[in-house]
Structure formats: C-alpha cells, structure tokens
C-alpha cells in the first residue's frame, strides 16, 4: 500500500470485528511510528496498548458508569472551544448529520443518538485499544506532535490491513481509563483508538473535505528555479536504485551530519 492509499483509505471506523490484532503487528506498527517527527526530537507521545481482559474490563467500567448516569470526569482539557465560528461550526454540522444519519438516527432524537455515541465505550466493538497520554508540562507544540504519531500510527495500521477510530471521547471517563493503566500524575489522556479489522456490515458515510481553495494559499512567485535533479526524474519515486544522491547515502547506511535545528 503506498502512501496516498494509506491516506485516502484510513477513516474513522466505527465498527471492528473481534478478530484478533496479533502483538507482533502492534509492535511493528509502534516501533515504526517511533519514527515521527517532533520539535527537538521531543517525541512527547506516552502511549499504552490495551486488549485483552483489561480492555474487557475497561470496556465495562464504562458502560456501568454511562449506566449509572456517572458524570463525566472533569476537564483537563477542552475538547473545542464553547463557541465555534464559521466554517468549523457548519463542518462540525454537516459531520453530526452525516454520522447519524448512516446509522438511521434523526437529528432531533436524542437518546439515540446517545446510544449511537457510547459505542465508543466498546471501542466500536475492536478489540485493541491504544490510549496516548501527554505530559501536563508540555505545550501547543508539542500536542501537534502527538497528533502527527496518532496520525502515523494510523497510517501504519492501514498498511497491516487494519483500521482505526481516535477517540478524544475517552478523555471524559479519564479516571476510569487511568484506573486500568495507572499513568504516572504528570500524564493528561488526550485521546483512545480503538483498533482493529473493520466490520463492513456496519453503515456508514463518507466524511467530506473542504475544498482545497478554502485550506490551503499557494503564495507563488514567477517561474521557481526547478533542481535539475526533479528534471531528469520528475516525481519519481525514491529508492536505493533511483540513482539520487540522498537515497545512494541512505541505502549504503551513511550519516549525513546536520547542523542544530
Ligand atoms: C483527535 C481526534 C479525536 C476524535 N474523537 C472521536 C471520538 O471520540 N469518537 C468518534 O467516534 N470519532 C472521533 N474522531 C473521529 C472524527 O470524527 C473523524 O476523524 C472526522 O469526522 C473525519 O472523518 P474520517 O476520520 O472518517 O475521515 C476523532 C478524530 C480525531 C482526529
């Protein structure tokens, strides 16, 4: 699988078979993901992988608590801001009205909607969760680094076959979550994933995106100095064999040393 299939093939899956995610593929996928980018190689990510018994129990302290009409635990962060402008407050709309409306719940019916949402507590039936913590010491920057290895990770799954859910849903029942994996203090839960092989009975539609005009400005000037190099290959993929400089240094293991960042 390249990588624009990775990309365009991972989506928020919200129902797993309980088909068994071998620990070897986990590994694989995390040591992999080690490999993010993060300011000053930070790599501010604590992640901590659940299956099993404990993600059973997991599963049903949670379930007990939506039963019990538990509170969620208070914030240690917000998930969005209290008012959301224009265009995210249309997007997150037209999201809601999309995500139940494949599952046959109207807007106006609640309690289904309730129901449809704490699936998330049987992480959408997978049987493999991860859960990444962050430091509470830790910046805005260093939050957008566990977002690009949540990212990876997922790409990573693709790849195995598998697919994915991040759920910051899990930052409400927090203590619940801490109760199973006892987190050092310091640690805030951002976010769960449930991870597993997607069940393809369950319905579900297609998010959209924005158009590329609306997220995105090219600031060109007139003709860019084209590196002669992308001449002789245009868009080529790379490789050991592709005759590059960069990939003849990388395939012969040689160290390029590089000033601080
Ligand atoms: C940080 C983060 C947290 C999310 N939390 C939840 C969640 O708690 N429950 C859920 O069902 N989906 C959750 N999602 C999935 C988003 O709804 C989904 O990524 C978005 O609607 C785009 O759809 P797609 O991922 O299928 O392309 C989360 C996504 C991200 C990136």
Known sequence: M?????VTSRRAVRGFTDR?????????????????????????????????????????RADERVAAGDPWDEREYEMYPPELKSPYHERRST??????????????????????????????????????????????????????YLQTVMLLLRAEGLHSCPQMAWSVYRKTVAEILSPPDGLILFCGMSIGFEDVTVDYIRTGRAPLDETVTFVEGGTAAVDPREQAHPLQPTGPDSGRPDDAARASGHRRLHGRT
């Open 2 to 6: 390249d990588v624009y299939e990775a």
């Open 95 to 148: 999201f809601g009205k999309e995500r139940y409306s494949a599952l046959g719940v109207s807007r106006e019916d609640w309690e289904a909607r309730q129901r449809a949402a704490s699936a998330n507590w049987q992480c959408f039936g997978a049987p493999a969760a991860l859960f990444c913590y962050i430091d509470r010491d830790l910046g805005l920057p260093q939050w957008a680094d566990v977002g690009m």
């Open 20 to 60: 068994h995610v071998p620990r070897d593929v986990l590994e694989r996928v995390l040591s992999a993901a080690a490999w993010s980018p993060s300011g000053s190689n930070l790599q501010p990510w604590h992640a901590y992988v659940l299956t099993g018994g404990p993600l059973a129990d997991l599963k049903k």
